[in-house]
């Protein structure tokens, strides 16, 4: 290849790699001082990080795969400089939506009124051998070892039909 046709390539290359303005990646690793992070379906790329994250913080972004606000020196999509990290309002969906492993015991705390889990053609909530699935037509399976039913006050049974064994 010509001298001419390599600084063609490379300008090329560089043009198609540039980035305008902020975006958002996530920070994937962060190990001996190295802070990786995913912007788009590219790899993982090392970043520059501002002085103002600490390295507790930059430590729990990589473990809980956090979103980071990117920018991008000289618009250059190779380097990356994380800004900030972004607080998630729902880590645990967070996890399970990107099917990352949680670390530890997780505890899901809600103080609304109302709390909606959707799915579009089954819910389900398992733990060992006691499953409680929810299916888009209305029914209702619970499954378990020992089931237990108990109310304080009155407890009611209704159904169109009621079968027992």
Do not use: F
């Amino acid at each position: 290849m010509r001298s001419r046709e390599k600084k063609e390539a490379a300008l090329d290359l560089e043009r198609a790699e540039r980035v305008e303005g902020v975006r958002v990646g996530r920070v994937v690793s962060y190990e001996g001082g190295l802070v990786r992070v995913q912007h788009g379906r590219e790899g993982a790329v090392v970043a520059r990080v501002s002085a103002a994250i600490g390295s507790d913080a930059l430590a729990k972004a990589a473990r809980e795969g956090q979103e980071a606000v990117l920018v991008y020196e000289g618009g250059r999509a190779a380097k990356p400089i994380v800004i900030a990290i972004l607080q998630s309002a729902t880590p645990m969906v967070d996890a399970i939506l990107s099917g990352r492993p949680m670390q530890g015991d997780k505890v899901a705390r809600v103080d609304g009124k109302r709390v909606v889990i959707e799915g579009r053609d089954e819910v389900v909530l398992q733990c060992g051998r006691a499953s409680l699935t929810l299916y888009r037509d209305g029914e209702v399976v619970l499954r378990g070892v020992n089931v237990v039913s108990q109310a304080s006050q009155t407890h009611k049974i209704r159904g169109g039909k009621v079968q027992i064994n």
